[in-house]
């Protein structure tokens, strides 16, 4: 449960830096503590998954594999995932 309660916390800190720049902006100017925050959740989820014995490397490189087989049509400037 606090491990919970921390990632939250930490997700709503990134939420609160993109509402402050705005999405956009915040990724251009690349603020420090966007960066910072991004950075925490790389290494919270790091530890946490070498405590859940899961290869975080390993589980990404399958991921975008997965991905990459995926259909995105760009609809109004966002790309967009088609089913099927």
Known sequence: MA???????????????????GPVHAYRKKKDDLGEELADVAIYLMG???M?????EEEIAK???????RKYESINGVNTKIEG
Do not use: A, Q, R
């Open 3 to 21: 491990s919970t309660i921390f990632l939250f916390h930490i997700f709503l800190n990134i939420l609160g830096c993109i509402i402050s720049y």
């Open 63 to 69: 991921k975008v594999v997965k991905n990459e087989k």
């Open 48 to 50: 946490l998954s070498e």
């Open 52 to 56: 859940l014995g899961f290869d975080l």
